[in-house]
């Protein structure tokens, strides 16, 4: 097929799916197959990525453990991390068994093991090199293909270099952009800081999407709340990640969220405890610990009576060895007692 076939084709992939509305941001550490359904217990349509998986792992790591999520999860992104188009295509085929609905790629990631592999945010200096990886992934990918940037690196002029760069991997085929309204500075800063020190720039996305009104275009960077989302959608864009909020305080951001769609699913957060009991059992029956769940679980309570105590029993006992469900009900008492 032409560039510009795949380009239309991509573009009408994007379109048919509007799970990006919201999404839960790739985290490495984090965003894991606990995490991820923990948080489609707050939000049944939202797009969940995974952490990051480099090529390189999926070609030669062990496949299972990188790539299984259960069901529940859906709609579901997988972000891949590389710059050799063939192992990307490799991965993407790999990939395919396990039924992702999107694969994304990282040009956005700023961390030292990440640039000496000469990707993630480094990326946003080479468009023609991610334009070759993306459409090789296209070519293997039944699903819609998507890259999550930055607004530009280093000493990049962004107003310059983020509309270039789309443009470019657009015509390679891809119709849906995710973009961290923030440079990434190479030197000096640690990744933690790169997510806090390059000063965000909206309006250069929001620009974006007026120059480019046929592609997705999605924002992410220090969105906090649902109002805040909200009004990004409303000023045009057309989806909003959330990566840290949805971490730290998953209610806030993720209990109610499905009003995007008109859906009035909204647990409360006990309901949440209660609903992931069940994956939390097959998973101790399976011979898993506590902890790799309840750890992403930490922050349910966030500013309600009762938190402390709901993230203290969790953070002392859940690593113990058998240690069950009976610590999630001790550590959910602490919050009704502090409630009632
Ligand atoms: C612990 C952690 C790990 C991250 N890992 C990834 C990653 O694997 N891939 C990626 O594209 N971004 C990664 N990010 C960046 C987030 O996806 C997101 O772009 C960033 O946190 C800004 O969004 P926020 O302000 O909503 O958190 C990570 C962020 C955090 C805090």
């Known amino acids: 097929m032409s560039i510009i076939g795949q380009a239309i084709e991509g573009v009408e992939k994007a379109k048919e799916y509007k799970a990006h509305r919201l999404s839960v941001a790739p985290m490495m550490d984090w965003t894991d197959r606990h995490c991820r359904v923990f948080h489609r217990m707050m939000t049944q349509r939202a797009m969940l990525y995974t952490e990051m998986v480099t ?18 999860e859906h709609p579901v992104a997988l972000q ?11 991965a993407v085929r790999i990939a ?4 992702y609905d999107e694969i994304n790629l990282n040009v956005g ?10 990707f993630g945010a480094v990326l946003m200096e080479r468009p023609a090199l991610v334009a ?11 699903v819609p293909v998507t890259v999550k940037c930055r607004i530009g690196v280093d000493d990049q002029i962004p107003e310059q270099v983020l509309p270039a760069f789309i443009e470019t991997v657009a015509k390679a085929g891809v119709g849906h952009f995710v973009i961290h309204a923030r440079k990434a500075w190479l030197q000096g800063l640690s990744p933690k800081e790169n997510r806090e020190i390059p000063p965000l720039d909206y309006p250069l996305v929001l620009e974006m999407k007026r120059r480019f009104p046929e592609l997705t275009i999605c924002i992410n960077g220090g969105i906090s ?17 959330i990566g840290r909020a949805a971490y730290h305080d998953p209610a806030a951001t993720l209990i109610g969220a499905d009003a995007l769609w008109g859906s009035e699913y909204a647990p409360d957060a006990h309901q949440v405890v209660l609903d992931m009991k069940p994956y939390i059992a097959a998973h101790l029956a399976a011979g898993g610990r506590l902890h790799q769940i ?6 349910l309570f966030t500013g309600r009576p009762g938190a402390r105590g709901w993230r203290r029993v969790l953070s002392e006992g859940a690593t113990r060895e058998g240690a069950g469900l009976d610590l999630l009900d001790h550590a959910l008492s602490q919050v009704q007692a502090t409630a009632a």
């Open 55 to 72: 090529a390189p792992a999926i070609l030669h790591g062990p496949r299972p453990k990188l790539l299984d999520f259960s069901a529940v």
């Open 132 to 142: 070759d990886c993306v459409a090789a992934m296209i070519a293997e990918s039944a």
């Open 294 to 299: 309840t750890r992403h679980m930490l922050g």
């Open 225 to 241: 709340t649902l109002a805040q989302a909200k009004q990004l959608l409303d000023q045009g864009l057309d989806g909003v990640m």
């Open 96 to 99: 395919q068994g396990w039924g």
């Open 109 to 118: 990631c700023p961390s030292d093991r990440v640039q000496s592999g000469c």
């Open 80 to 90: 891949l991390g590389g710059s050799d188009p063939r192992d990307l295509a490799q």
